[in-house]
């Protein structure tokens, strides 16, 4: 059961994420987006290439030890889907990006590594 502290942290970190990814060049398209398949926390768009990003925000840790191979793949088939929705025929990079610490006060904003070019 998620709390409501916890779901405020993690709309604080998806927050704080798209105002680092706007800082860096990156187009917000579309947040929280869902599908029966599941859901992104950010699409962007960058350099003529689609990012299908995952927010993971912790008060410790950087948050690659949250994200498992069963979330990594449901991510992939969402971003293939959307792609497909959207008739978009784009490069797709499917990335982990790390809030860690307080988003509200002090923090970290790391884009861990891209995990799936496709």
């Keep these: 059961m998620v709390t409501d ?20 060049g990156y187009k917000i398209l579309e947040r929280n987006f869902r599908l029966q398949l599941g859901e992104v926390d950010i699409i962007a768009e960058k350099d003529d290439m689609i990012f ?10 950087d948050g690659v030890e949250f994200y498992s191979n069963k979330q990594r793949n449901r991510l992939m088939k969402v971003s293939e889907a959307y792609l497909a929705k959207k008739n978009i025929d784009k490069q797709a990079v499917v990335s982990l990006l790390s ?9 970290i904003i790391e884009l861990v590594h891209e995990i799936y070019d496709g």
């Design 5 to 24: 502290k916890r779901k405020s942290l993690g709309r604080t970190g998806e927050d704080r994420a798209c105002e680092f990814l706007e800082h860096k």
């Design 52 to 61: 299908f990003i995952e927010v993971k925000t912790r008060h410790e840790g």
């Design 99 to 107: 809030v860690k610490g307080d988003p509200a006060g002090e923090f």
